[in-house]
DNA sequence: TAGGCCATCTGGTCCT
DNA sequence: AGGACCAGATGGCCTA
């Protein structure tokens, strides 16, 4: 009985439908990740490594001259394997897509728990596990040592082995007391703090909330939660909540971030820096699941930040996330 | 334009 | 057999 291979035609034509374009695949989020995917992406260079394997094994067949391939012979890729072959590998793209997105989620919500947190300037992959390495460094310091961190020595802690604008972005978030003092030097004073933020122990100045364009709602947040270490003392902290009402915080606690700082930073107040960032605090709702409540800047500004902190940046080779986790943690 | 970052595809390996 | 996990490859997007 003659089988029906898949002659190399029929083969392209199968290729030059990508797997993407079959009925029923992925959510509307998906589609438009998969709609940036060439036309025939990945599918054709393996199907076409099938398809030179079948013309070997044909060739094989028919002179037998060459030597012959050991182990197990490979089965005809008859139309039906194709598309069996196709199917499988449909729906292992499908799991994989999946996959990655509960690790990219896993990432999301490993970034909204870091000091610094910005929705419009994501941190990195690596650059986020970087940092969380750091901040539970930091934190497990302080516990050890039982003394709220110098705001120096903190914010090293926290950009050691980051690049430096992340140094700068996170040192820049942590720069609570000089920023805001600075900010109402130049910043447009908006005295908004109607909810959310809900910091029992901050003593900041009063918010102050830039206008456009320089200032950015959901911009940076900043995880501002209550200190843990009551025990630890005061430090920075004061006992003055804001003049705003807050919901409970029943999340996860963290020391205290707001470290007066006693870095210097530039801050000229103009639009057109190279780097400028907007802040705001960030404060977790006791509904974590869905994230934070909404919490409205208390200051906000174009900042320069230039950190004179000793940040060695070594940039990591690039291995790919396994290899760099690897790698982090094991430093 | 180069480099960094990212999403996706893919084949291999291990496990159930 | 099929799923999870992994790492390499690839190409798009963005920014300096």
Redesign the pocket.
């Known amino acids: 009985m003659a089988k029906t291979y898949v002659k190399p035609k029929e083969m392209i034509e199968l290729?030059n439908t990508?797997?993407?374009m079959d009925k029923g695949?992925?959510s509307q989020?998906?589609?438009?990740?998969?709609e940036?995917?060439?036309a025939?992406?990945?599918?054709?260079?393996?199907?076409a490594?099938?398809h030179d394997s079948i013309e070997e094994e044909e060739e094989e067949e028919e002179d037998g001259e060459k030597p012959k391939r050991r182990g197990p012979k490979k089965k005809k890729m008859t139309k039906a394997r194709l598309e069996?072959?196709k199917a499988?590998?449909?729906?292992?793209?499908?799991?994989?897509?999946?996959?990655?997105?509960?690790?990219?989620d896993a990432?999301d919500n490993l970034r909204r728990v870091m000091p610094c947190y910005s929705k419009t300037q994501?941190?990195?992959?690596?650059?986020?596990l970087r940092l969380a390495r750091n901040y539970i460094w930091a934190l497990s310091e302080v516990l050890e040592t039982g003394q709220t961190p110098e705001g120096k020595s903190f914010v090293e802690m926290l950009c050691k082995g980051l690049?430096q604008?992340t140094s700068n972005l996170v040192a820049g978030c942590l720069q609570l007391g000089p920023q805001s003092v600075l900010l109402e030097k130049h910043e447009e004073k908006s005295p908004v703090c109607d909810s959310a933020i809900s910091v029992h122990n901050f003593n900041y100045q009063s918010p102050g909330l830039p206008s456009p364009p320089y200032g950015h709602m959901e911009t940076h947040l900043i995880n501002l939660k209550p200190p843990v270490f009551k025990s630890l003392g005061e430090s920075s902290f004061g006992s003055h909540p804001p003049d705003c009402s807050t919901p409970p915080y029943e999340g996860p606690l963290t020391p205290p971030l707001s470290i007066s700082g006693n870095f210097s930073l530039k801050q000229d107040g103009s639009p057109d820096l190279?780097?400028s960032y907007s802040f705001m605090p960030h404060y977790p709702s006791a509904n974590l699941s869905s994230g934070h409540v909404h919490a409205t800047p208390f200051q906000a500004g174009t900042l320069r930040y230039d950190i004179p902190i000793d940040v060695s940046y070594d940039?990591y080779p690039?291995?790919?996330?396994?290899?760099q986790?690897?790698t982090i943690f094991t430093e």
């Open positions: 290729v990508p797997s993407w695949l992925g989020n998906e589609m438009k990740e998969e940036r995917r060439p025939a992406y990945g599918m054709l260079g393996s199907l490594e099938e069996r072959f499988r590998r449909v729906k292992a793209n499908a799991r994989e897509r999946t996959r990655m997105h509960g690790l990219n990432l994501k941190l990195s992959k690596i650059e986020t690049s604008p190279d780097k940039s690039h291995h790919g996330i396994g290899a986790l690897n």
